[in-house]
DNA sequence: CGATGTACTGACATCGGTGTCATGACATCG
DNA sequence: CGATGTCATGACACCGATGTCAGTACATCG
């Protein structure tokens, strides 16, 4: 493998002045500059960035840890896309700055992700980005001396910098576009209790009564979620024998309306002439493809990644750091025909 | 940041001493050890690879070209999925032969990868891996002295060792299992022609016909692939119109799969009871939400990254290159409630 | 015309590890 | 008992870049 020397020599100039063409930070003469890029491409020659990375100090390298990547255990299992498009936006404004993703992951064990920090230490990265799988409260520990760390999808109590998706407000507007439609009986089948989301999600549907002077019937509000589904038939059941049954359901994820649909339609019940269905993430691949197309609403993960890798670069940079933290990212109503006016 | 001279000092050794602890590459006293160890975590420190590599030229990165993180243009969308699980093999072999895994995407855009590949050059990987979108043919065009490649999801025409889902195997198998469970007529509903996958499949699907002594009808199998669903229509009235129409219909993936399900129950036509259907991917979130339960066929994506990992650790050790190339990896059938027996 | 500034270039030290070789202290062997 | 081997350790050079400093040639200024 061919070395600056051996450009200098071909080029019959110092290594130095060859250092100067590849990082263009001192002016070079005309004839010499296009000696040393001939005698570069002709070498084939390829900078260290080892060497590079020890006179300097700069590796340009950021890691990354995710469970995105193994978080997936079987095939077509949508668990892990969050990470995923979160990754997606972290890459996509590191490619623009030019620095390079080292992606460690968790492969499902956070036992692991003390080695994977050690590892990014050792590689002298300039920064560190944590993902979480879902909405979380984590705890990601930093030896002082370690890279800036930014947290992406969850948060600690010890203040670390992190970027989180606004459920609260995705769910107020949704419910409140339900609102606005006509529906005055919302009923909501959530997620798991034991998920920050849930919590902030109903926080979402209360404001959104609240802004148009509405009261929330408790009955409505029924946790449903479970990975084999089986929750769902009789919280359904629950919902269709009040005496004043909803005339829309909001569901907690895309997957839980696509039952929902089903459930309906074995009892008779037309989606949406008899009830609206909404759903929760905008998972395309469902929605979209629905019969009716699904309304939903879309957690902004890759913002939420483009955000946290901006939130990296300014501490880098050693920006002041702003008081908004931790940053909510909102996201839009995708609103298809699974909702009728009333 | 601590060095390994700070570290040599503090325990009162030589630095060299503290280089045979680290890499247990030479036998060093207990004591010593011991005070070595002590001043390692008392320090805080942590050696720099960039150094380590200057000397002995050993990276421990291992390069992975993709477009799985932004393949995915938008939400929900399972376009970049296989790559994903490709992906994820990958870095499971590489966890555990200790080196990291540094991903640059291409955004989509082929142009990027000599650049890509010019700054894992720079890191001085040991190894690269091309991970394409899907099965398809492609030219990744690597310098001499470049580290060693292998392609995954895609082949070359000059020999690049590669990775290939098995995709004519794994239709044989389950069209061989649709032929055992009595179905004489078989419709096939398939992707896009363009796709190198189309052609094998069909090929699968004649292979097991003629395993079963039985001959193909030519109209049963209609190219119905589109991103807006459209083409399904017509090509379900066709199969539906013939003199003898299919006891089952095989889609080239599981969301025509669910489209199909639609449709049928548009018409009146139950499935399984009057038409049985099956799906290709085991796209769980689909196969396993929908009602009746998809029978599929899974392309093992995952075991296919670990197999390219290994087939690169190979070459890297310099092990004799196996004949076997390419390296084709078949599938299961995954045996659901959407099809029934003659 | 001498002083000053700017463009261009090279010599040399240095970053933090590891490979090579040398050395002293013991243990083992014939 | 001397020869040989093994254990444990250190001295030193070196990997391939870049930061610092200095020097030359030429243009510009007062």
């Given at each position: 493998m061919a070395t600056i020397y051996d450009v200098a020599k071909a080029a019959g100039v110092s290594p130095k002045t060859v250092s100067r063409v590849l990082n263009d930070d001192a002016p070079v003469g005309r004839t010499t500059r296009e000696a040393v890029q001939d005698a570069i491409s002709r070498l084939g020659y390829v900078p260290s960035n080892a060497a590079r990375v020890m006179r300097s100090n700069r590796s340009g390298l950021i890691g990354l840890i995710t469970g995105a990547i193994s978080n997936t255990?079987?095939?077509?299992?949508?668990?892990?896309l969050p990470e995923l498009y979160i990754v997606q936006g972290v890459q996509e404004i590191f490619a623009e700055e030019a620095k390079t993703l080292m992606i460690s992951d968790t492969g499902g064990r956070s036992d692991r992700v003390p080695a994977l920090v050690s590892t990014f230490r050792q590689h002298r990265v300039e920064g560190l980005i944590y993902v979480a799988d879902y909405h979380r409260q984590t705890r990601f520990e930093v030896r002082p001396g370690g890279p800036p760390v930014v947290l992406a999808n969850c948060y600690d109590t010890i203040g670390t910098p992190s970027v989180l998706p606004d459920d609260r407000s995705c769910q107020r507007s949704l419910v409140a576009r339900l609102i606005e439609a006509g529906h005055r009986r919302i009923g909501y089948l959530t997620?798991?209790?034991?998920?920050d989301a849930t919590g902030l999600r109903i926080e979402g549907y209360r404001d959104a009564h609240a802004d148009a002077g509405l009261s929330v019937?408790?009955?409505?509000i029924l946790e449903a979620y479970r990975e084999d589904h089986t929750p769902m038939t009789s919280a359904l059941n629950r919902l269709l024998e009040?005496?004043?049954?909803?005339?829309v359901i909001c569901c907690g994820n895309d997957e839980m309306a696509m039952r929902l649909y089903g459930l309906l339609r074995t009892r008779?019940?037309?989606?949406?002439?008899?009830i609206s269905v909404a759903g929760f993430d905008n998972y395309r691949a469902i929605a979209e493809t629905l019969f009716p197309p699904l309304t939903t609403v879309e957690l902004p993960y890759r913002e939420l990644g483009r955000r946290a890798a901006r939130r990296l670069l300014g501490i880098i940079a050693k920006?002041?750091?702003?008081?908004?933290?931790p940053v909510r990212i909102p996201g839009p109503v995708v609103w298809r025909s699974s909702v009728t006016a009333r």
């Open positions: 255990p079987e095939a077509g299992d949508p668990k892990g997620l798991g209790n034991y998920m019937d408790p009955d409505l009040l005496p004043e049954p909803p005339s008779g019940v037309e989606v949406p002439e008899e920006d002041p750091p702003g008081t908004d933290d």
